[in-house]
């Protein structure tokens, strides 16, 4: 029972580390360079994309807030100009 046991735990380990030096192989082809460069570069496009997405989320709020502020300290709404006497549409 003992040579059954250490005869799979054998072969187990000799399956586990074919897989492990083929997926190394295939890393250090072109193919798989170039996968792996494709990959990084798709998480960097993603991880702009949230950052340009906080950035402009986080411009939006914090120009409301100053909107606000102008027009509690001086009565006008920003971004409209009081109309004269002399001004035309």
Known sequence: M???F?????IAAGVFATRK???AAHAATPAGIGANVGEGLREL???LGSFGAEVRAGMSER???LHDTVERQTGQ???RRA???GDRY
Do not use: D, I
Request: net charge positive; proline share 4%; hydrophobic share 35%.
């Open 2 to 4: 003992r040579r059954l």
């Open 6 to 10: 250490w005869f799979g735990l054998g």
């Open 21 to 23: 030096a083929g997926q």
């Open 45 to 47: 496009a993603g991880a």
């Open 63 to 65: 120009e409301q807030e």
């Open 77 to 79: 709404t920003p971004g």
């Open 83 to 85: 109309r004269r006497a």
